[in-house]
């Protein structure tokens, strides 16, 4: 997965920063069938710049969006949109953050 050089030292409180990872993992499953989708991913997302996030099918860019978004939990580590720390939302201030602050294109076409 190629990511913007962003590293995780400078995420906060770096100024200018729209939302960012830190040490973000993800797993699905357990046992056997366990899959790591996201292995202690950092990543930064500059205020006013365009990211592209380019990989093969099934290295983790969707799992990595959905997480940064706050649309699915992560297993572990950090994630921020500006200041706020989405693993301290409960689900009525996830929703109300995510109405009001961040805008989806889904690769589906999910739109209404």
Do not use: W
Not at 68 to 84: E, K, M, P
């Amino acid at each position: 997965m190629t990511v913007n050089s962003l590293t995780a030292q400078a995420l906060y409180p770096e100024p200018g920063v729209a939302a960012a990872a830190t040490d973000l993992c993800k797993v699905y499953g357990s046992g056997d069938t366990r899959v790591v989708a996201l292995d202690r991913v950092s990543i930064g997302f500059r205020e006013g710049e365009f990211t592209a996030i380019m990989g093969p099918s099934g290295c983790g860019k969707s799992t990595l969006m959905h997480c940064a978004a706050g649309l699915d939990a992560a297993t572990s580590g950090s994630v921020r949109i500006g200041t706020t720390e989405l693993g301290s939302l409960d689900d009525r201030r996830l929703t109300e953050l995510r109405r009001d602050r961040v805008g989806f294109i889904f690769q589906a076409f999910n739109l209404l």
